[in-house]
DNA sequence: CTCGGACTTGGAGTGCCCTCGAAGTCAAGC
DNA sequence: GCTTGACTTCGAGGGCACTCCAAGTCCGAG
């Protein structure tokens, strides 16, 4: 089973030009094969690929670190321990973003409880002054 | 009580440059003081709204939403709701952001696990090897 | 009075990550 | 066989959020 580029695109919710771009780089474990007029013909290996290179961008990895990340696995085996290393690292860091935005979305909740006692008092006022 | 813009800097965890960049894009409620040189004086009320500021900006608030907030609470009272609004809003995308980290940081996590069990079995291939 | 360092402005530069355009090729349906 | 639309490459362009530079001013210590 195979997929043009714009069925990779649906798939991965990238768009075709960002899975252009992607090869490109490098992010890509082997150049995608082609069909014989040149076309990109994306195996399921290709995908699942790119669902774990979208999710490493999800969590705010950089292209870079990414593409360092897709060299250690073309590079084949012997080295797990360092891209488990990587993605453990990577994985801290998400974990102290995560806590660090939640502390902050609190502060904007206490914040939104503010304005939501304000709006009701204004709303009150309002019925007050209508009747 | 009043600072130059390197102490609020410091304060804020900002640069002096972000912070006259910020003022200079509209996201300060006022023109920052100055003192009789020129030099900026930021006062607390100043840092109470950059804490604000960035926090929404750390929680991914776009520089012209922050803008637009900025312009609302400028304007004066009355458009609490409005506030109250971009706000919720704002809050409901970094729950839903968050929410979608954690699933893409569990899919990692579980590759991490492969990992482990990859690289203590080398390890175990090797404390064999070297007996 | 002089020096060093912190400040000012306006504008240019940077890094990241796409995103698009131009010009050309190709495949499938009519 | 011709059109239509999807694909190709290469390189430029764009948005965002800073980040920095140049040239000049100002303040405090010695």
């Known amino acids: 089973m195979s997929y043009t580029i714009a069925e990779a695109a649906v798939r991965s919710g990238?768009?075709?030009?960002?899975?252009r771009y992607y090869e490109?780089?490098?992010?890509?474990?082997?150049?995608?094969?082609r069909s014989p007029s040149g076309h990109r013909r994306y195996t399921d290996r290709d995908l699942t690929w790119i669902e774990l290179i979208t999710r490493l961008r999800a969590t705010g990895m950089p292209i870079r670190e990414v593409r360092r990340y897709a060299e250690l696995v073309r590079s084949g085996d012997g080295n797990e321990a360092e891209r488990l290393a990587l993605l453990v690292a990577h994985?801290?860091?998400v974990e102290t973003q995560?806590?660090?935005?939640?502390?902050?979305?609190?502060?904007?909740?206490?914040?939104?409880?503010?304005?939501?006692?304000?709006?009701?008092?204004?709303?009150?006022l309002e019925r007050t002054?209508?009747?």
């Not at 990238?14 to 899975?19: C, F, G, R, S």
């Not at 490109?24 to 094969?33: E, F, N, P, Q």
């Open 14 to 19: 990238l768009t075709a030009h960002t899975l």
């Open 24 to 33: 490109r780089d490098g992010l890509m474990l082997s150049g995608v094969d």
């Open 91 to 93: 994985r801290e860091r």
């Open 98 to 124: 995560l806590a660090e935005v939640t502390a902050h979305l609190r502060a904007i909740d206490h914040k939104i409880g503010i304005y939501e006692g304000k709006v009701e008092g204004a709303l009150d």
């Open 129 to 131: 002054r209508s009747r």
